[in-house]
């Protein structure tokens, strides 16, 4: 069974960093991509960062300069840098794989910008 686990989410400061890690684990066949989205209160679920197997990595307008998406394929991991965060960057974060059978999501880490 394929399941994604989000770590690294909590409260920081406006202009504060954070690392968000995603760990995937089980069998998983042909990965097309990977990547993050957030939901903050009251809105739809909205597309972080993502970044296909093979092509160019797409970033929201809005993180554009200051999250950065990776992925270490050996451990199964991906990661998502966020830095110069601003409180409209609160939400919650999801890490999300898609491969050719189906898509999986984590369970999602709160993260909260505030002074």
């Known amino acids: 069974q394929v399941q994604l686990v989000e770590s690294g989410g909590g409260l920081v400061q406006p202009g504060g960093s954070l690392r968000l890690s995603c760990e995937v684990s089980g069998t998983i066949f042909s990965i097309n991509a990977m990547g993050w989205y957030r939901q903050a209160p009251g809105k739809e679920r909205d597309l972080v960062a993502l970044?296909?197997?093979?092509?160019?990595?797409t970033y929201a307008d809005s993180v554009k300069g200051r999250f950065t998406i990776s992925r270490d394929n050996a451990k199964n991991m991906v990661y998502l840098q966020m830095n110069s965060l601003k409180p409209e960057d609160t939400a919650v974060y999801y890490c999300?794989?898609?491969?050719?059978?189906?898509?999986?999501w984590g369970q999602g880490t709160q993260v909260t910008v505030s002074s």
């Open positions: 970044r296909p197997s093979g092509g160019s990595t």
């Open positions: 999300f794989m898609d491969t050719v059978y189906r898509d999986y």
